[in-house]
């Protein structure tokens, strides 16, 4: 690797690390908000599910931005709108406020991913990505670790809104480092427009193809990040009755599990591949493991809980191997927007699942910030019931043979 592509690889994935951390800061917060506010679960869902429809909603232009000005620039830029909804969020006094502080947080690390594929396609042969793009996740998910024992261990001694000015200040500091260290490429690409990105994420949300392959991981991913950013925690206090450190440890166990899978499955797919094992039966194994582990974390199955959630930690995130499958599913030239509308489906349902978790927990009354066994149990049963349903379609034959969509279609230029 030169020191260019080095360069690359770390400034890029330290914009992807301060995204996760973002992504799961309320789990540790939760405890501290919800008392200094008086908020129910569904008020917490809400608000910590903001930063997903933020994120959301930014995908397709971001995406125009990324091609137009470079994921340099427009990474850079866009952390400091995080910077700027971390200090709204921890300076306000009312929910509506924090409201706009997640907002702006999804908003502003929306490229994060993107920008760092974007990068890594432009500096590496097109051989070594699959490893690159596993390694970035990977750093992505020690963030998952941060917001575990450390966060906890941080909100020991400093109050959660100083902890708030102290995670602007190094999203800031990543973003002057990116602006000024991350190589510029020659590369300058104009190639759709915002009205041509909108109509292509219609084509494809159009397509039989599309919803067959996506259907197991999306639903999939969407409880898995839903989870890990906000309701395990919950469930481990309520449910398994651990104390706060101990359950931070075990967030922090999943996490490095996370990172693990990333890289392990990610090298096991293309050597099982070569055994006549398919990258779309191989990811729907690893997404079907990672129901059952549910299921055994449900139904108490009598495992060390450390086992239980390194292998909720390693199998939640198959799901990603499925923007593999796509790609070979769809043209190059669409690549981007089948990326783009995996993404936007995805932190959608995590939007609506944070929500709806919260939802389900508040008709059941807290005693202590705590709920009753039986409104996290309904909630996680709806979930797996989801996905069971989603596994159901994607393992079904399809009922014509499935067609790529836009194989005529030229290429945008």
């Not at 908003?107 to 699959?130: W, Y």
């Not at 990258?279 to 239980?308: D, H, N, R």
Request: overall charge positive; hydrophobic content about 55%.
């Amino acid at each position: 690797m030169s020191s260019t592509q080095l360069r690359v690889f770390l400034l890029f994935s330290a914009g992807y690390f301060v995204s996760y951390v973002f992504r799961g800061v309320n789990l540790g917060f939760a405890p501290f908000i919800t008392h200094d506010l008086g908020l129910s679960a569904a008020n917490l869902g809400v608000l910590t599910s903001l930063y997903f429809l933020g994120f959301a909603g930014a995908q397709i232009p971001a995406g125009v931005l990324l091609d137009h000005f470079g994921a340099r620039r427009v990474t850079a830029g866009t952390l400091l709108f995080a910077a700027l909804g971390i200090w709204v969020f921890g300076a306000a006094q009312s929910v509506g406020m924090m409201m706009v502080g997640r907002l702006l947080i999804g908003m502003g690390v929306s490229v994060c991913l993107g920008g760092a594929f974007k990068a890594l396609a432009q500096h590496f042969a097109t051989a070594r990505l699959p490893l690159m793009n596993g390694l970035v996740m990977a750093v992505g998910g020690l963030g998952g670790v941060m917001v575990g024992s450390p966060l906890t261990w941080v909100l020991g001694f400093a109050p959660w809104r100083t902890v708030c000015v102290g995670l602007g200040l190094m999203t800031v500091l990543v973003a002057l480092a990116l602006w000024t260290l991350a190589p510029d490429t020659k590369e300058t690409h104009h190639q759709a427009s915002i009205g041509t990105q909108f109509k292509g994420t219609l084509h494809i949300l159009g397509s039989a193809a599309f919803w067959k392959i996506a259907s197991f991981s999306v639903v999939t991913q969407g409880v898995f990040y839903a989870m890990q950013s906000l309701w395990v925690g919950a469930w481990l206090r309520d449910v398994q009755g651990f104390e706060p450190r101990q359950a931070a440890a075990l967030v922090s166990i999943l996490g490095f599990a996370m990172m693990a899978g990333c890289i392990g499955f990610g090298a096991a797919a293309r050597s099982l591949e070569r055994r006549g094992i398919s990258l779309y039966a191989f990811c729907g194994i690893g997404m079907a493991l990672f129901v059952v582990t549910q299921l055994l974390i449900v139904f108490k199955a009598p495992l060390p809980a450390s086992l239980l959630w390194a292998a909720y930690g390693a199998f939640g995130g198959t799901g990603i191997l499925i923007y593999a499958v796509m790609a070979r599913h769809f043209p190059p030239q669409m690549t981007g927007r089948v990326n783009t509308t995996l993404n936007l489906i995805i932190f959608l349902l995590i939007f609506g699942f944070q929500i709806g978790v919260g939802a389900v927990l508040s008709h059941w009354p807290a005693s202590g910030g705590h709920y009753p066994v039986s409104a996290h149990l309904t909630a996680w049963g709806i979930l797996i019931v989801l996905q069971i349903l989603s596994a159901i379609w994607f393992v079904l034959p399809a009922r014509k043979p499935v067609t790529v969509v836009g194989a005529h279609e030229p290429q945008d230029a």
